[in-house]
């Protein structure tokens, strides 16, 4: 199962236009989490005493680890987050807050260093931003020291189209010029 984390929210979102064109012809089952359909809970003191709670007593089918174990059942995962001040969308954070758990997506050696407990091979990351000031270390590295450093994601691919919103920029030729670069799942 490809996992599409859609984090995009724009009806007609070009990020969105990419990651669909990434799975257009995938053989796979895509199972879509539209994050701005999600209520995530606050993860204040309350939240974490309980889901520290949870995990504690190894209560991983509670409801609370649902996204947790989503992601890290899913063979292959595609994230789209268009690039927002300097990041991604908050809801992107927010996502990730609730599926970094210990004993689900992670777990941590004898010395307290993170292993990966996901099954996904790869990781797509695919943005677009409007102007051409996009450094990786941001949004994408982000994503990418946690897919590998704490997943255990080893391949982490960026899909982007940049400069969408420069004067005098073809933005249909930008976007379809980075979809001759993308390869197939």
Same mark, same amino acid.
């Given at each position: 199962? *490809?996992?599409? *984390?859609?984090?995009?929210?724009?009806?007609?979102?070009?990020?969105k236009k990419l990651a669909d064109y990434l799975l257009e012809n995938v053989k796979e089952q895509v199972e879509e989490l539209r994050l701005s359909d999600i209520n995530f809970p606050e993860v204040d003191e309350a939240f974490l005493? %309980?889901? +520290?709670?949870?995990i504690s007593a190894g209560e991983y089918d509670n409801a609370v680890f649902d996204l947790a174990r989503q992601f890290a059942e899913a063979d292959k995962i595609v994230i789209a987050a268009p690039f927002w001040d300097l990041s991604f969308p908050s809801a992107l954070k927010e996502y990730f807050e609730q599926i970094n758990v210990l004993g689900v997506t992670f777990g941590y050696s004898a010395e307290g260093i993170p292993f990966g407990l996901c099954k996904a091979s790869e990781l797509y990351y695919v943005t677009t931003a409007g102007g051409d000031f996009i450094p990786e270390e941001y949004g994408f590295g982000y994503v990418k020291a946690l897919a590998q450093s704490f997943y255990g994601i080893? +391949?982490? %691919?960026? *899909? %982007?189209?940049?400069?969408l919103d420069i004067y005098g920029a073809d933005e249909d030729k930008i976007l379809l010029d980075c979809m001759k670069e993308i390869k197939p799942i």
């Open positions: 199962m *490809i996992l599409f *984390i859609n984090a995009c929210v724009r009806k007609n979102s070009r990020t005493v %309980k889901r +520290d709670a949870l080893p +391949d982490v %691919k960026l *899909i %982007k189209a940049a400069g």
